[in-house]
């Protein structure tokens, strides 16, 4: 018997065995196409030219946070441009300092504020929590405890001011399209901290705003922080405007 009708014969002989393994070499066919196409998707996802970043089409939401999945977080990390206005390639809060403005039984959300210190940019981190009447949700802020990006101890009265004031009178000039603050729930900022607390990038969204890029800190063998590539990272904060609650000191009645 030749070599097609050995096979012909095999085939007629065990028909379901041939028939499912045609149907498995088909699945890792399209599944091979999927892994593709979706890699594709996520590298055009990156704009070099423009310098911004725009969301991935498939991606899992932790109410308004995205979680990243960790190779699109590395490519929105390359674009951050936080070197360039902060002096510092990512702003710090210790795990510490995110446990005191997380523990008020109100708070449902962390909000990091804009702010100028010198030529620097930085950042105020407050607890926020649900006006709950209007909808969408507005969160207003939980002005103590504060904490600055990078600095040990929580603001004392009027630090905070200063420095968001002082951002928005810049940005009006410096950055015309930008936001005062950007908001982040509660549970995401839980997710995504780690033992030495996150690291924040900062970075320019579609719409040429300033945007925030969150990864947990864990410290290395040699004993520097840095960002766990092995964890999960956030994006696209809830901007004010148009979140910005009720009218206090950081966002300075405007």
Same mark, same amino acid.
């Given at each position: 018997?030749?070599?097609?009708?050995?096979?012909?014969?095999?085939?007629?002989?065990?028909?379901?065995?041939?028939?499912?393994?045609?149907?498995?070499?088909?699945?890792?066919?399209? /599944?091979?196409?999927?892994?593709?196409?979706?890699?594709?998707?996520?590298?055009?996802?990156?704009?070099?030219?423009? /310098?911004?970043?725009?969301?991935?089409? &498939?991606?899992?939401?932790?109410?308004?946070?995205?979680?990243?999945?960790?190779?699109?977080?590395?490519?929105?990390?390359?674009?951050?441009?936080?070197? &360039?206005?902060?002096?510092?390639?990512?702003?710090?809060?210790?795990?510490?300092?995110?446990?005191?403005?997380?523990?008020?039984?109100?708070?449902?959300?962390?909000?990091?504020?804009?702010?100028?210190?010198?030529?620097?940019?930085?950042?105020?981190?407050?607890?926020?929590?649900?006006?709950?009447?209007?909808?969408?949700?507005?969160?207003?802020?939980?002005?103590?405890?504060?904490?600055?990006?990078?600095?040990?101890?929580?603001? /004392?009265?009027?630090?905070?001011?200063?420095?968001?004031?002082?951002?928005?009178?810049?940005?009006?000039?410096?950055?015309?399209?930008?936001?005062?603050?950007?908001?982040?729930?509660?549970?995401?900022?839980?997710?995504?901290?780690?033992?030495?607390?996150?690291?924040?990038?900062?970075?320019?969204?579609?719409?040429?705003?300033?945007?925030?890029?969150?990864?947990?800190?864990?410290?290395?063998?040699?004993?520097?922080?840095?960002?766990?590539?092995?964890?999960?990272?956030?994006?696209?904060?809830?901007?004010?405007?148009?979140?910005?609650?009720?009218?206090?000191?950081?966002?300075?009645?405007?």
């Amino acid at each position: 018997m030749d070599n097609t009708n050995h096979h012909r014969a095999g085939f007629l002989q065990n028909p379901v065995v041939s028939i499912l393994s045609l149907i498995v070499a088909a699945i890792s066919i399209i /599944g091979l196409i999927y892994v593709f196409n979706n890699s594709k998707n996520n590298d055009e996802n990156i704009d070099d030219k423009k /310098g911004w970043c725009k969301c991935p089409p &498939k991606i899992k939401k932790n109410t308004e946070a995205h979680i990243l999945d960790m190779r699109y977080a590395n490519q929105l990390r390359k674009k951050a441009i936080s070197d &360039k206005l902060t002096g510092d390639d990512a702003l710090s809060f210790s795990f510490i300092q995110i446990d005191d403005v997380i523990k008020d039984s109100k708070c449902t959300g962390v909000r990091f504020h804009y702010g100028m210190e010198g030529p620097n940019l930085v950042l105020v981190m407050t607890g926020a929590m649900d006006e709950g009447s209007p909808n969408p949700i507005q969160h207003t802020d939980i002005l103590a405890p504060a904490y600055k990006s990078d600095h040990q101890d929580a603001l /004392g009265s009027g630090e905070g001011h200063d420095l968001t004031l002082a951002f928005q009178n810049t940005s009006n000039t410096q950055y015309p399209n930008t936001t005062k603050s950007g908001f982040f729930p509660k549970d995401a900022i839980m997710d995504v901290r780690r033992s030495e607390g996150i690291r924040v990038y900062i970075f320019l969204n579609s719409h040429n705003q300033l945007d925030l890029l969150i990864y947990g800190a864990i410290r290395n063998g040699s004993g520097e922080i840095v960002d766990d590539d092995s964890g999960i990272a956030i994006d696209m904060s809830v901007p004010c405007p148009t979140d910005c609650g009720a009218k206090n000191d950081l966002n300075n009645s405007r």
